[in-house]
């Protein structure tokens, strides 16, 4: 094998940098939502952001990093008990200040008032961009692969919600 | 410390380069069965792939790509929930073109007509294998760490799932 | 750019696979509990280690290494099923030798006696440090996201579990 220039070296250790960050990116952020973060999600999101989640029974669509904030505050109840995690990253940096993620959604969502959970699976199809040297969320769509939604007959006993205390109260 | 060769750091670039792809191939693949999308499929796999899954109430065991394409066909029929997370990658390269990865799985799989849910985790070996430069699943095994097989008294309330589109008819 | 230096290349490396190994440590560790491979938890573990998880329901506080195996091997008993899954890693190299990670954990513990299920979230802030080559967990903190604590009324269909044959009896 003939020697790699510095040059190609670094390009290669590059990709692998970015391709680190955006994870790292995406896993704040659903650690963020989940207990109602909303200073750290400040941080991770583009300006102008686009959001578009079709579930089975809703269709979240908003844009603007202040618009987002304001519904995840809303929905991220202290009555919410949320498990969001992201699965398989598919990274692919397709220049050096922009990139794409395929991710496997696993969620549920209980409301301890109404007590209807909602469980299932999506797949994100995200964009993302670098803006002085941080990736920020860009675009974040997803669809369903399945969605359950069914009411508990009895309210779950919740020995533990940070949610409870970080969480503003249910939207009237 | 003394300075690195080009060839040096190359070979360790490489090294974690390959990580990344042996990852990725393993997120596309279950990606894909819980979606049927044979498609996708066909490109991850070796020609003469095997598989040996050992369940707690079944024996999985096939070798060849079509079969194994086949298998998952009727597996993932439309009446199937599935949903199959791999956690905790720790891939090994042994070789510039063959691997190992130990992987930790959380599966459940609900079929909608007979109500039987199975659920449970089990811990993959696999090997891999680099065929003109792409990472593909050359064998993959696994064991339980436990399953749970149970009926449900009713249907879940089912508000989206791609199966549903995706799979073909169970088999009769 | 102006070519970076070898040296410069490689701390970059160096980086990431301190990243990736430090993963793999605590992929490791993740799939030892479950199974109660006190053997391989051995070598995950700093001598001086200590472990603060506080729980909804429990706060579990140990340090020194055979503590926290022997309080592992009676809490991994063979009368349990666990599930322990380790998402959204955020590790941070803080020096040659020591790295900090944040980790997402969702975890169900059912007890097959009393049919008590314990399952929800937490996160991990642990901190690891570099020995001979090898990273070790040196410290390991969680609090909840949050915890729900119920009784089954009736036990499950148990098709398999490997801690029945690996794991000690229960505690009396």
Redesign the interface.
């Known amino acids: 094998?003939s020697?790699?220039?510095?040059?190609e070296?670094?390009v290669?250790?590059q990709r692998?940098?970015d391709?680190?960050a955006i994870?790292?990116l995406?896993?704040?952020y659903?650690?963020s939502i989940?207990?109602a973060d909303i200073v750290t999600l400040t941080t991770l999101l583009a300006d102008d952001i686009e959001v578009d989640y079709k579930?089975?029974?809703y269709h979240w669509a908003v844009s603007g990093k202040q618009n987002v904030l304001d519904s995840i505050a809303a929905g991220f109840h202290n009555r919410a008990?949320a498990?969001h995690?992201?699965?398989?990253?598919?990274i692919e940096i397709t220049s050096p200040t922009t990139a794409t993620g395929?991710w496997?959604l696993?969620d549920s969502f209980t409301h301890l008032d109404s007590l209807y959970v909602t469980a299932?699976?999506a797949?994100y199809r995200d964009n993302y961009v670098k803006l002085n040297g941080a990736w920020q969320i860009k675009r974040s769509s997803y669809?369903?692969?399945?969605?359950?939604?069914?009411r508990i007959a009895q309210a779950?006993?919740?020995?533990?919600?940070?949610?409870a205390a970080t969480g503003s109260p249910p939207p009237q």
């Open positions: 094998m020697d790699p220039t510095l040059q070296l670094l290669r250790i692998l940098e391709i680190e994870k790292q995406k896993h704040r659903l650690r989940d207990t579930g089975g029974s008990i498990q995690t992201g699965h398989h990253p598919e395929l496997y696993t299932g699976s797949l669809t369903r692969i399945y969605e359950i939604v069914d779950p006993n919740v020995t533990f919600s940070l949610l």
